[in-house]
């Protein structure tokens, strides 16, 4: 079983160095950690009393990890969730915050659990991802890996500029496809051919 350092480092290594692009609503980022992260736990880095791109920049590597670790493992009680579903709802809290946990929320609402979906994980989420858990133990992560595919699509469905992220400039699989299905038994990871037909519509 990976510790949850692990689970960070390799997050750390998905989201990969800096970037600043316009159509990301995150801004500036680094290892993934963004600017307003940043700025909201007041990283002055440069000890310029500003939190700006220079900043960002010399975030390094470990103090990504820990941010993750503080901030969107512990801080939103990722870790109370079952073990088997920690590493692809950390991932997933790192790239979209709270809609992380309404994802799981929602898939255990279809699952016949009675929860409020409100992006926050409290004692009837903790229940209620053990008992879904317990319901379908080999089918679980897959869903909720599943379940992040879909957000991602719906995603690109009304976003143009973010479909870029869904699908590659060959015309394939992008970033965000790919990162969900890494959490996604094979046996469930789209063909080229659904894929294509998935995105078709985006012309």
């Known amino acids: 079983m990976q510790s949850v350092q692990e689970i960070a480092s390799a997050i750390v290594a998905r989201e990969g160095g800096f970037v600043n692009d316009p159509d990301d609503p995150g801004g500036a980022t680094n290892f993934g ?19 700006d791109t220079l900043d ?18 512990n801080a939103p009680r990722i870790a109370e969730l079952p073990v088997p579903l ?9 790239n979209a915050g709270s809609n992380a946990v309404k994802i799981l929320q929602q898939l255990l609402r279809e699952m016949g659990q009675d929860i ?8 009837q989420t903790i229940r209620a991802s053990h008992a879904g858990l317990t319901a379908a133990p080999d089918h679980m992560v897959d869903a909720y890996g599943i ?3 879909n957000y991602y699509f719906r995603l690109a469905d009304r976003r143009p500029a973010s479909r870029k992220y869904a699908r590659s ?3 394939g699989k992008g970033g965000w496809i790919r990162r969900a299905e890494e959490f996604i038994t094979p046996h469930y990871h ?3 051919a659904a894929f294509a037909q998935r995105v078709a519509q985006w012309g």
């Open 190 to 192: 789209m063909t080229d």
């Open 56 to 73: 960002v920049r010399r975030l390094s590597r470990a103090q990504a990890v820990d941010i993750f670790v503080r901030h969107y493992f």
């Open 169 to 171: 400039r060959a015309g």
């Open 33 to 51: 950690v963004t600017i307003h992260t940043m700025r909201r736990l007041g990283l002055d880095l440069t000890g310029d009393g500003r939190v």
């Open 147 to 149: 379940a992040r595919r």
């Open 86 to 94: 920690q590493p692809s709802v950390f991932d997933m809290y790192v």
């Open 116 to 123: 409020v979906v409100d992006g926050a994980i409290g004692p």
